[in-house]
């Protein structure tokens, strides 16, 4: 299995760009998140989807949308890119969305807005 | 509103030196207290779940424990491999979607 797969690593944009991080998981989990993570700081939740065509806000939603077409796939689009949005995103997966399961996350994509 | 404070922010051990990492929460109804292991570069990784107060697990030189206020991550004669972000995470009732996660705590093993 390969688990929770994220692309790409690293990416650079400039302000006002738009772009789309993907996450696949193989595990069939019904719940999937994304997150950031900035130098010296815990993760926080940007949306989330307990299952496929189901989603909804985290903690820091501006200036990003999600989608949740199928169980493996959960996109997480940069609408117009701002250097305020310069961080670490990792996407988790955890099964069945039960508020006692663990998360599996991904690798992490670096961006970077100039 | 959940929230999570860790503390210390970093922690320098001597390779051998026992010590405590600390989880302060609060929560409306815990469904659960989880602790990750993060490495430079790389998603966090599970290592325990809490459920109630008294609750212990173990994994090798880590052990973790649960009040009613706070989590403790004791690490025991550790290693230079042991040098990782240690993040804490729970769960609540009224965000049982949701993991609030602390700023983490960074250790440092020096052989």
């Known amino acids: 299995n390969a688990g929770v797969t994220q692309t790409p690593k690293f990416q650079v944009l400039k302000t006002g760009q738009s772009m789309t991080l993907q996450c696949a998981q193989d595990?069939?989990?019904?719940?999937m998140s994304w997150y950031r993570q900035d130098p010296g700081m815990g993760l926080r939740l940007i949306h989330y989807?307990?299952?496929?065509?189901?989603?909804d806000q985290g903690e820091v939603p501006n200036g990003y949308n999600v989608s949740r077409s199928t169980t493996e796939d959960f996109p997480l689009r940069l609408l117009s890119a701002a250097p305020s949005q310069t961080s670490v995103y990792f996407c988790?997966?955890?099964?069945?969305?039960?508020?006692?399961?663990?998360?599996?996350f991904g690798s992490g994509t670096q961006l970077s807005v100039l | 509103e959940d929230q999570v404070t860790q503390s210390p922010e970093a922690l320098r051990l001597q390779e051998g030196e026992s010590s405590s990492l600390n989880c302060s929460y609060t929560?409306?109804?815990?469904?659960?207290l989880f602790w990750y292991r993060q490495d430079p570069g790389k998603g966090p990784e599970f290592l325990f779940t809490l459920y109630s107060a008294g609750e212990e697990k173990e994994k090798e030189r880590l052990k973790a424990t649960l009040t009613k206020k706070e989590s403790f991550l004791h690490i025991t004669a550790p290693k230079p491999e042991d040098s990782a972000t240690y993040l804490c995470?729970?769960?609540?009732?009224?965000?049982?979607?949701?993991?609030?996660f602390g700023d983490g705590t960074t250790l440092t093993v020096k052989p």
């Open positions: 595990m069939n989990h019904e719940y």
């Open positions: 989807s307990v299952g496929a065509g189901i989603t």
């Open positions: 988790a997966s955890s099964p069945a969305g039960g508020a006692s399961e663990k998360l599996f």
């Open positions: 929560v409306s109804g815990l469904r659960g």
């Open positions: 995470a729970v769960r609540g009732n009224t965000n049982a979607g949701k993991s609030t």
